[in-house]
């Protein structure tokens, strides 16, 4: 069974300081992808970051990177000078290619202090 | 380019009422879900197409739920009779295409309150 799990139901960071929100794995698939998304209090799931499974580097998006660690089966994300805009509910999702849905973590509510 | 559109963003209705939720995904996109969140989790597949083929249904409550998406482009969902639980956000994505790599785009939502 594929699964993930976030095991940071919230976090405080001081504005401008970097932050990581933690994210493991578990599938068998020997192929899958790594996704992270960003829920604002308006709602909309917005896409963030992807990581493939047999990417060799790690994924970079912006201010966004992919910390993966695939023996660990963690897939962290990092987020670089952090932003008042940033505080919002982010979400850890996989999908693998034996079954297209997409899995997702409970999310980290992350909430960046001025 | 349009992102996916979905209406309306909030429904209130009394409980056994019936109500519907429209739609229309990023042009191109063959693959479209219909995902609820409840408060304070991660989303939840309802149905997953690819055209206008329903897929992906098994998580879908058959008995009060039905979904359709006619000619593969616009997609209802539709609740009756609705009941207390069914309160929620319910979110429509769509992708190219239905592959572990390919990232899906979300709409706004529409926030569904049952009293």
């Known amino acids: 069974a594929q699964k993930i799990t976030q095991t940071q139901p919230g976090m405080f960071v001081q504005e401008k300081e970097a932050v990581t929100l933690d994210c493991t794995y578990d599938?068998?698939?020997?192929?899958?992808?790594l996704f992270w998304y960003k829920q604002p209090s308006s709602g909309e799931m917005i896409f963030l970051i992807y990581?493939?499974?047999?990417d060799q580097q790690n994924a970079t998006e912006g201010r966004y990177s992919l910390n993966f660690q695939k023996a660990r089966k963690s897939a962290n994300l990092v987020i670089s000078a952090s932003q008042l805009g940033d505080s919002a509910m982010y979400f850890c999702a996989m999908r693998g290619d034996s079954n297209y849905q997409l899995i997702w973590g409970a999310g980290t509510k992350l909430i960046i202090k001025p | 380019e349009a992102g996916v559109v979905q209406s309306p963003r909030y429904k209130i209705i009394e409980k056994k009422q019936p109500v519907a939720f429209w739609c229309n995904p990023i042009s191109g996109h063959n693959t479209l879900y219909w995902y609820r969140q409840n408060l304070g989790q991660g989303p939840e597949l309802l149905i997953r197409?690819?055209?206008?083929?329903?897929?992906?249904d098994s998580q879908l409550p058959k008995d009060r739920f039905s979904a359709e998406r006619l000619k593969g482009v616009d997609s209802t969902l539709k609740i009756q009779p609705a009941e207390l639980g069914d309160s929620a956000v319910y979110l429509c994505a769509s992708s190219l295409d239905p592959g572990a790599r390919t990232e899906a785009f979300f709409g706004q939502g529409t926030r569904l309150t049952v009293v």
């Open positions: 599938t068998s698939d020997p192929s899958y992808g």
């Open positions: 197409y690819e055209n206008e083929e329903a897929v992906d």
């Open positions: 990581q493939g499974s047999y």
